[in-house]
């Protein structure tokens, strides 16, 4: 089966400093993988996804996340953090489940911006 | 705009009712999800569905069955809710597509069982 670790559940930054959420996958053949924000009292809202192509894929609000293969990674990202950045984020990966394709999901990481 | 609805955000309930939580999507997806969310524990799928009156148990079924009648409802049924039952509900829904298609989220039914 597919997976996409979090390895850490909090992550603080500063505001206005580059800020980084980690996420490494485990998947036999090419990975799908996506990023989701929830931010409080609210459901998940899709942010970005690689599929194939450029390393570097662009999302909403400003987020990118980086595709590393030799890594296994897809980290996101994003150059200035700003306060209403935090929030919970989840990587997920594709997996195939009784024919259909659907997301695992991560644990989550708690992205802490400091004013 | 695209949108996922959940019949309620809060639902208080005793041990042993059954309880019925209530999803609908106005975007003509094929695939319907239900999770449950707890601390620590990120998301764990209950069961999902990719069409109508078809389901597959997801990684948690156990205390839990679904129906969906039609394409854009798809129910989370507590036969006998009990008190590890309570938790964050979120369903979710999408469209396969060539990656499985990103999921749009309802915003959550947090469940308490007294």
């Known amino acids: 089966a597919q997976s996409v670790a979090q390895p850490e559940d909090q992550v603080n930054v500063a505001e206005g400093n580059p800020l980084t959420v980690k996420c490494t996958y485990s998947v036999s053949g090419n990975p799908y993988l996506f990023w989701y924000v929830q931010y409080p009292n609210r459901g998940l809202q899709f942010l970005l996804k690689y599929i194939t192509g450029d390393n570097l894929v662009k999302g909403s609000y400003g987020f990118e996340a980086e595709f590393n293969k030799s890594q296994t990674s897809f980290h996101l990202k994003k150059p200035s953090a700003l306060v209403s950045d935090s929030a919970l984020y989840f990587c997920a990966v594709r997996d195939l489940r009784g024919g259909s394709y659907i997301p695992t999901f991560g644990r989550g990481t708690s992205l802490i911006v400091h004013p | ?114």
């Open chain 2, 1 to 114: 705009d695209v949108k996922v609805t959940q019949s309620s955000r809060y639902l208080v309930k005793r041990t042993g009712e059954k309880v019925f939580l209530e999803c609908v999507q106005d975007m003509d997806h094929e695939n319907m999800f239900w999770y449950r969310q707890d601390p620590g524990l990120g998301l764990r799928l209950i069961y999902f569905s990719y069409d109508v009156k078809m389901k597959e148990k997801g990684d948690i079924p156990e205390g839990y069955s679904v129906s969906r009648e039609k394409k854009e409802r798809f129910s989370l049924i507590l036969e006998s809710a009990s008190t590890n039952q309570t938790s964050m509900y979120l369903c979710a829904s999408s469209s396969p597509g060539l990656a499985g298609g990103e999921q749009y989220f309802g915003p959550g039914t947090r469940l308490t069982v007294t």
